[in-house]
C-alpha cells in the first residue's frame, strides 16, 4: 500500500495533469474566438479561393492543404485585438475528394461559420480531360449543377448545426457580380429564405432542419474578379461589397 508521501506525490501529479488540461481548453477557447474556423464551399469555378485570398491579402501561393487533407487552409489576423479567420476552402471538383473535405469541416473537425459561394451560373467552365478549346456549358447547366451542389452540402450543414451548443452562421457569397451588374439586388434575393426560388425553397428546408435558432442566414453580393472588372463594377464598389462581408462576419464572430 503507498505512504502517505506517495499518495501526495501522484495526487499532485493528478492535479497538475487536471491543470494542464484545463489551460489547453482555455487556449483553445481563446483562440478559438479569436481565429473562428469558417468553411468556405461551392462548386469548382466559383471564385472560392480568390474570395479568400483576397479576404487574407494573400497570393494563392501562401495557402497549402494539410497533409492528408484536401481542405486549403488560410489564416487571416487583421486590428488591434490581433483577430482573424482560419478559412478552410473545400475543394469543389472530385466527388471523394470533396465529399471527405466536407466531412472533415462539417463533422470531423466542425467550423464556427460557412461561406457558401455561389456565381448566379456564371461559374468558370472546366474542360474535360484530354480536350481543348472553350468547356461549352450552359448557364441552365450551371444553375443545376450549383443547385445539386448546394442539396449536398445543405444536409451536412443542418447535421452540424443540430449537435451545436451555439448557433452557426450562414453566409451565402453571390460573387462575379460584375457580370450581372444592373441585376445585383434582385440575384441576391433569389439566394434568399423566402424567395421562392429553387434554391430559396432548400434555404428554407435548411433553417426547418437545423432549427432557425441555431442557423442565422445572410446573403450578400461580392466580386471574385480581382484585377479586370470591364468597367461593370468599380474598384471602389467591388472593395464595398467585400468589406460589408468582412464586417458581417465579424458582427457574426463577435470581433465587434
Known amino acids: 500500500m503507498p505512504d502517505r508521501r506517495t499518495r501526495e506525490v501522484r495526487g499532485g501529479v493528478r492535479g497538475l495533469g487536471g491543470a494542464l488540461g ?11 474566438h479569436r481565429f473562428p474556423s469558417v468553411a468556405v464551399t461551392g462548386m469548382t469555378g466559383v471564385g472560392k479561393t480568390e474570395l479568400v485570398d483576397h479576404l487574407c491579402g494573400r497570393p494563392s501561393a501562401d495557402g497549402t492543404p494539410e497533409a492528408g487533407s484536401a481542405v486549403l487552409e488560410r489564416r487571416v489576423r487583421r486590428g488591434r485585438r490581433l483577430t482573424g479567420f482560419r478559412f478552410r476552402v473545400v475543394p469543389g471538383d472530385n466527388a471523394a475528394t470533396r465529399l471527405g473535405a466536407l466531412d472533415e469541416v462539417f463533422h470531423d473537425d466542425p467550423v464556427d461559420g460557412v461561406l457558401h459561394v455561389v456565381a448566379h451560373g ?32 445543405a444536409h ?10 451555439r448557433p452557426t452562421w450562414l453566409v451565402v457569397v453571390v460573387t462575379k457580380v460584375d457580370l450581372f451588374a444592373d441585376d445585383v439586388e434582385e440575384v441576391v434575393r433569389s439566394y434568399s429564405p423566402g424567395s421562392g426560388t429553387p434554391f430559396g425553397d432548400r434555404l428554407d428546408d435548411l433553417r426547418s432542419l437545423a432549427g432557425a435558432a441555431n442557423l442565422s442566414v445572410d446573403v450578400l453580393p461580392a466580386c471574385s474578379h480581382l484585377e479586370d472588372l470591364d468597367g461593370a463594377v468599380s474598384t471602389e464598389q467591388r472593395d464595398r461589397y467585400l468589406q460589408a462581408l468582412e464586417a458581417r462576419m465579424a458582427q457574426l464572430s463577435g470581433h465587434l
Open 22 to 32: 484545463r489551460g489547453r481548453e482555455r487556449v483553445t477557447g481563446v483562440l478559438g
Open 122 to 153: 456564371h461559374a468558370t467552365g472546366r474542360r474535360p480531360a484530354g480536350t481543348s478549346g472553350a468547356a461549352q456549358v450552359t448557364r441552365e447547366q450551371q444553375l443545376a449543377a450549383e443547385l445539386e451542389d448546394w442539396t449536398v452540402t
Open 156 to 165: 451536412r450543414i443542418a447535421a452540424m448545426a443540430v449537435r451545436r451548443s
